[in-house]
């Protein structure tokens, strides 16, 4: 069975005390993973380890970088690659986020070096995906979704793409207050779901655990987690408060 997976994205906030504080906090709180439940938070790069200290003992806790470089190793200074996120101890990356694709430019070829690469250090890509408001508004969201998918994602084999990580989320609906209904999600996870389930067949696709970014707080993820394709969130602000992001992490499906 898929993974029901609550994910943090502290994105550049916090500094070490208060992320500090934030983590022991959360970890203080009386959470029971279950073991088709995970929780991922992508801390900033110099917070991996001491974050990585801090949930060693706890179970379905993980600690994820929120980017790495395509190459391995070179002159490429101020950039982090996958070989080093590894030796850390981390399992998980998140690759392709909207900030990464519109702030610095990341081609669908450079996301699908960034996911070979992580790959072959046996980090797990949370792959993200989604619409601007504009393609929403011309209702051409699924097109554009595809497209994304397909060119950065196709070239895997079904073997490398079990029990994968999505990350579907609307970029009008980032930090912006607005949020995709639980029916609109649910709409957009069918659909990618059917969409590796064309390539890759339906064992793949069903493997595949869809998460859904886009202002998710406690008041709303138990009606949007509980979408059958809705895998659980991808969770920026609300994630800066422990007790916000409690709530989230108890709405994920069991």
Same mark, same amino acid.
């Given at each position: 069975?898929?993974?029901?997976?609550?994910?943090?994205?502290?994105?550049?906030?916090?500094?070490?005390?208060?992320?500090?504080?934030?983590?022991?906090?959360?970890?203080?709180?009386?959470?029971?993973?279950?073991?088709?439940?995970?929780?991922?938070?992508?801390?900033?790069?110099?917070?991996?380890?001491?974050?990585?200290?801090?949930?060693?003992?706890?179970?379905?806790?993980?600690?994820?970088?929120?980017?790495?470089?395509?190459?391995?190793?070179?002159?490429?200074?101020?950039?982090?690659?996958?070989?080093?996120?590894?030796?850390?101890?981390?399992?998980?990356?998140?690759?392709?986020?909207?900030?990464?694709?519109?702030?610095?430019?990341?081609?669908?070829?450079?996301?699908?070096?960034?996911?070979?690469?992580?790959?072959?250090?046996?980090?797990?890509?949370?792959?993200?995906?989604?619409?601007?408001?504009?393609?929403?508004?011309?209702?051409?969201?699924?097109?554009?979704?595809?497209?994304?998918?397909?060119?950065?994602?196709?070239?895997?084999?079904?073997?490398?793409?079990? &029990?994968? =990580?999505? /990350?579907?989320?609307? *970029?009008?609906?980032? !930090?912006?207050? @607005?949020?995709?209904? #639980?029916?609109?999600?649910?709409?957009?996870?069918?659909?990618?779901?059917?969409?590796?389930?064309?390539?890759?067949? &339906?064992? =793949?696709? /069903?493997?595949?655990? *869809?998460?859904?970014? !886009?202002?998710? @707080?406690?008041?709303? #993820?138990?009606?949007?987690?509980?979408?059958?394709?809705?895998?659980?969130?991808?969770?920026?602000?609300?994630?800066? &408060?422990?007790?916000?992001?409690?709530?989230? *992490?108890?709405?994920?499906?069991?």
């Amino acid at each position: 069975m898929r993974k029901q997976i609550a994910a943090a994205n502290w994105k550049m906030n916090l500094t070490l005390n208060e992320a500090n504080e934030l983590l022991d906090n959360l970890l203080s709180k009386n959470i029971t993973i279950s073991d088709d439940q995970q929780v991922v938070m992508a801390v900033p790069f110099p917070y991996l380890l001491p974050a990585n200290k801090k949930i060693e003992n706890k179970k379905g806790f993980f600690i994820a970088a929120q980017n790495c470089y395509s190459k391995k190793s070179g002159a490429f200074t101020g950039e982090v690659s996958a070989p080093i996120i590894a030796s850390c101890g981390i399992e998980y990356v998140l690759i392709g986020h909207s900030e990464r694709r519109e702030y610095f430019a990341e081609s669908a070829e450079v996301l699908a070096a960034k996911v070979d690469i992580a790959l072959v250090n046996n980090l797990k890509p949370i792959f993200c995906c989604g619409e601007a408001l504009d393609i929403r508004e011309a209702e051409t969201q699924n097109e554009f979704v595809e497209k994304q998918l397909q060119e950065s994602l196709f070239h895997l084999s079904g073997e490398q793409l079990e &029990n994968f =990580v999505v /990350a579907y989320e609307p *970029i009008w609906a980032i !930090g912006t207050g @607005k949020t995709a209904s #639980a029916e609109q999600a649910q709409e957009m996870h069918e659909h990618i779901r059917k969409v590796f389930a064309a390539k890759y067949g &339906n064992d =793949v696709a /069903a493997s595949i655990s *869809i998460l859904y970014g !886009g202002s998710v @707080k406690g008041n709303n #993820a138990a009606e949007i987690f509980s979408k059958p394709d809705v895998d659980g969130g991808l969770v920026g602000g609300a994630s800066l &408060n422990a007790d916000e992001f409690e709530i989230i *992490i108890n709405s994920l499906k069991s």
